[in-house]
């Protein structure tokens, strides 16, 4: 069964720092291009950004570039998403997913990030 | 990159059939065949409901259908029933290695 757990989230301060984790079993993660997609409070999703399986390719949303940096260690199955100078706007539920046939296909259940002084 | 336009609610009686339209632009839905649809209800993850336009994963109904004319993608939904009321997102590669959700549409089941 597959299974992506994200982890990390919590209260920070504006212009602070936090970096989630996204747990993954239940299937090869190294074969896998993974997304990190966001939902601020009773607003739609967002997409925030991709990795390419070995860690190669990484790209971003305009809303994020330059301020967050995606990561994965394919030996600890294990997706990262550092996020720095954290603005009230990057407030969200973070979720991490499996992308596959253009599409997400599994979903971790997510992780709140709240920022706030 | 701007968000696709889905209409904010949509509403039918149970055996009925809706349809949920997003709207977006040649350099994104018109101009690539990998829009999908997400099914959320409240406080859960998203479910993916359809992909590459029109294809539809293992174990999504039948009810469900997707498709596509020039920049504006559907969702229809037949045969409805009440536990398909609930929050509905499309989303579209748009290139660059950029993607983009639709602003989501609520389901009522009357």
């Known amino acids: 069964e597959v299974q992506l757990v994200e982890s990390g989230g919590g209260l920070v301060q504006p212009g602070g720092s936090l970096r989630l984790s996204c747990a993954a079993s239940g299937f090869t993660f190294s074969n896998f291009a993974m997304h990190w997609v966001r939902q601020a409070p009773g607003k739609g999703l967002e997409y925030v950004s991709a990795?390419?399986?070995?860690?190669?390719?990484?790209y971003y949303a305009n809303s994020v570039k330059g301020r967050f940096t995606i990561s994965r260690d394919n030996s600890k199955n294990t997706l990262y998403l550092q996020m720095g100078s954290l603005r009230a706007e990057d407030m969200a539920v973070y979720y991490c997913?499996?992308?596959?046939?253009?599409?997400?296909?599994?979903w971790g259940q997510g992780t709140l990030v709240t920022v706030s002084s | 990159q701007s968000a696709l336009t889905q209409p904010r609610s949509v509403s039918g009686s149970p055996g009925q059939s809706v349809t949920i339209s997003c709207t977006g632009t040649s350099s994104d839905v018109g101009g690539h065949n990998y829009v999908s649809w997400y099914q959320q209800h409240p406080g859960k993850a998203p479910k993916l409901m359809i992909y590459?336009?029109?294809k539809r994963p293992s174990g999504v109904p039948d009810r469900f259908s997707g498709s596509k004319s020039g920049n504006t993608a559907s969702l229809t939904i037949s045969g409805l029933r009440a536990e398909d009321e609930t929050d509905y997102y499309c989303?579209?590669?748009?290139?660059?290695?950029?993607?983009?959700f639709g602003g989501g549409t609520k389901l009522t089941v009357l």
């Open positions: 990795i390419s399986t070995n860690g190669g390719g990484t």
């Open positions: 590459d336009v029109s």
């Open positions: 997913a499996r992308y596959s046939d253009s599409s997400y296909g599994y």
């Open positions: 989303c579209s590669y748009a290139g660059s290695y950029t993607w983009v």
